[in-house]
């Protein structure tokens, strides 16, 4: 099993609203990732978990907030954005220690509004 | 962080065709992996590269890991329509050392193919 699933694949909400992405691996991978792509443009990262604990944040603003329950599963928490913030969000894993192969979700497509 | 040059931006070729597009830093890199992203997905890994000259193959793709170590080569041959996509080459940002750094990408080379 080499998939990375990500949950909703479409998310519209609004300025005031909370909602959440997730993701789930069962790779045995111990480093997620949460990447943010705009049209036209290449990922980027905005979170590293290893080992379930929080290692790079990319500067990304309070309003996006991650977790990381256990091993399998990733969560962004999100709350009060912007209209800018409309972009495919992206989950990927990879292995710890030496691999750089990262495998990536389908991606959630969200809309603030 | 480490900035990674990819051209062509875009490139309109007709089926069969072979296709080549290259990626460059300004800095060493110890990993190359190239990535292929369809519409509305998310990327799919190609091909990994780890050593400095290492030549991989996966079916009709061919990647080579550049002596420099600050380049890297995505050859397709024959190309098909399924090749339409965006291709990413991308590596860690910084020198790893075995942590998990997450990836940079290249900017992408949009293949558009005609029949």
């Known amino acids: 099993d080499t998939e990375v699933t990500q949950t909703p694949k479409h998310l519209v909400m609004g300025m005031t609203n909370k909602k959440s992405l997730k993701c789930e691996q069962h790779?045995?991978?111990?480093?997620m990732y949460w990447y943010k792509q705009k049209a036209k443009k290449p990922p980027e990262l905005m979170f590293v978990y290893s080992y379930e604990k929080l290692s790079i944040n990319e500067s990304v603003p309070s309003r996006f907030s991650p977790e990381c329950p256990n091993s399998s599963l990733l969560n962004l928490h999100l709350h009060a954005l912007q209209p800018e913030d409309s972009a495919l969000y992206l989950c990927a894993s990879s292995q710890e220690g030496g691999s750089a192969e990262a495998f990536f979700g389908q991606g959630t497509r969200l809309t603030v509004v | 962080g480490q900035q990674l040059n990819q051209s062509p931006q875009s490139m309109f070729i007709q089926e069969g065709e072979d296709v080549s597009m290259n990626c460059t830093s300004s800095s060493i890199f110890n990993t190359w992996l190239w990535y292929k992203q369809d519409p509305g997905e998310g990327p799919v890994l190609l091909i990994a590269l780890y050593k400095a000259g290492e030549l991989t193959s996966n079916g009709r793709l061919t990647a080579q890991f550049g002596i420099t170590r600050k380049d890297s080569f995505l050859n397709i041959s024959a190309s098909i329509p399924s090749d339409v996509g965006i291709y990413f080459c991308?590596?860690?940002?910084?020198?790893?050392?075995?942590?998990?750094?997450?990836?940079?990408f290249g900017k992408g080379t949009h293949l558009i193919i005609q029949p």
């Open positions: 991308a590596g860690p940002p910084r020198y790893s050392g075995g942590g998990a750094d997450g990836l940079t």
């Open positions: 790779m045995g991978h111990r480093a």
